[in-house]
């Protein structure tokens, strides 16, 4: 159980490093903010490069599973930050999205 925590975890972290990094460079393109945030975020999408490599099971099924999480973690930054509330459609997408990763991740494999 512990080994799943870490690996969720890791994933909400790569998650965090896309999403935020990539907000950081849109904030610089798209709103105009200083060049600083481009810069931050290009580090925390190199630090996103990273933090995936670390999760105990091979390239595909890592991102496979990983853009479960990131379609969750999207919806939830886009609730949180952008203040654009999820519909019901959106919260079905994420499940799934989410049930997928468990699928992909954590069944039993012979």
Same mark, same amino acid.
């Given at each position: 159980?512990?080994?799943?925590?870490?690996?969720?975890?890791?994933?909400i972290?790569?998650?965090?490093?896309?999403?935020?990094?990539?907000?950081?460079?849109?904030?610089?393109?798209?709103e105009?903010?200083?060049i600083?945030?481009?810069?931050?975020?290009?580090?925390?999408l190199?630090?996103?490069?990273? +933090?995936?490599?670390?999760?105990?099971v091979?390239? *595909?099924?890592?991102? @496979?599973a990983? %853009?479960?999480?990131? #379609?969750?973690? =999207?919806?939830?930054?886009?609730?949180?930050?952008?203040? +654009?509330?999820?519909?019901k459609?959106?919260?079905? *997408?994420?499940?799934? @999205?989410?049930? %997928?990763?468990?699928? #992909?991740?954590y =069944?039993?494999?012979?």
């Amino acid at each position: 159980m512990q080994a799943v925590v870490q690996s969720l975890l890791l994933f909400i972290l790569a998650g965090l490093c896309e999403i935020g990094g990539g907000y950081l460079f849109w904030l610089w393109l798209r709103e105009g903010k200083s060049i600083w945030l481009a810069v931050i975020g290009v580090v925390v999408l190199g630090l996103y490069g990273i +933090v995936p490599t670390l999760q105990p099971v091979n390239f *595909g099924r890592a991102y @496979a599973a990983y %853009g479960g999480i990131f #379609i969750a973690l =999207a919806i939830l930054w886009g609730w949180l930050v952008d203040q +654009v509330v999820p519909d019901k459609f959106d919260l079905l *997408g994420g499940g799934i @999205a989410l049930l %997928g990763v468990l699928v #992909i991740m954590y =069944a039993p494999r012979s």
